[in-house]
């Protein structure tokens, strides 16, 4: 079963049309990562996914059109975690999970006993329970992402889009919530499409990747399909280097060859170095 299809997807910002004629297809509890260079489209996409932008051509979202269903209807069932969040002030961690609640709120009710437990087992599935009475606006880059996270599953969806999860993040805290999505991915069965700015990271964790260049989709395919060097080098006008590492695909800048590089002293030929695993790189 399909959790996103979309064919023909226009999105316009104003007079600019920011996403061309997109053909995408997701199956029920797979990840796709939507990667390009800047004003590439990956955002915009989200946002039409979600509801938050017009679109034209055909969507379908978890069995509903997101431009004509109702927005409660549409929030049950897709949760978007933005690149900034908006945390209001004096807010403790405890009551922003609560928000993910909203859209199963019965109109002027209050949470019931099966929404506390929700947001409960959110905090305690994201290990936020010693932090739940904390202001939000106090806590770290990485904790502030585990707590929009556990607001995302508090809200029960079947599809979670991220748009750039990373991007302020540092390496331990980039693999931190990363490995959280995905096991929740796997456990729940909940369909993940993320927009990536690290192809590496995109390439590790994704079932699918889609390339987009100026709004179109130039690729769409398993990420060791997608991340071809010429391909690359073309959309983002960089040189790299397409790695097989055991964890998977790894996408590193190259270098040019020049002539300004250090040469080795004599009798000190260079080799490579061994890894941790032994393994000379």
């Not at 456990?187 to 987009?212: F, K, P």
Request: glycine content about 8%; hydrophobic content about 40%; proline content about 7%.
């Amino acid at each position: 079963m399909t959790a996103v299809e979309c064919h023909g997807l226009r999105v316009r910002r104003g007079e600019t049309t920011v996403v061309s004629a997109a053909h995408l297809v997701v199956e029920r509890g797979g990840w796709l990562s939507l990667a390009g260079p800047n004003g590439a489209g990956k955002t915009s996409l989200l946002h039409a996914l979600c509801g938050l932008l017009p679109a034209e051509g055909s969507v379908r979202v978890c069995g509903l059109d997101p431009r004509q269903a109702p927005r409660r209807a549409v929030s049950r069932v897709v949760a978007l975690l933005p690149q900034q969040p908006v945390v209001p002030e004096g807010v403790s961690v405890r009551e922003l999970v609560t928000l993910g609640r909203a859209p199963h709120l019965r109109r002027f009710r209050t949470e019931s006993r099966a929404d506390r437990a929700a947001v409960e087992r959110a905090l305690t599935r994201l290990d936020l329970r010693g932090l739940a009475d904390r202001p939000a606006t106090q806590l770290s880059g990485g904790e502030l992402q585990r707590v929009v996270l556990a607001r995302a599953l508090a809200q029960d969806p079947q599809l979670l889009l991220l748009d750039e999860p990373t991007s302020a993040l540092d390496i331990g805290h980039q693999q931190t919530v990363l490995e959280l999505v995905d096991r929740l991915r796997l456990e729940d069965g909940i369909t993940v499409v993320a927009a990536m700015h690290d192809l590496t990271l995109a390439a590790q964790y994704s079932t699918r990747m889609a390339l987009l260049d100026r709004g179109g989709v130039v690729a769409d395919d398993r990420p060791e399909s997608v991340l071809r060097p010429a391909l690359l080098e073309e959309i983002y006008a960089a040189r790299v280097e397409v790695l097989r590492r055991r964890s998977g695909l790894a996408v590193v800048p190259s270098r040019p060859v020049s002539g300004h590089q250090t040469p080795a002293e004599p009798g000190q030929e260079r080799h490579p170095v061994p890894g941790r695993d032994g393994v000379r790189r």
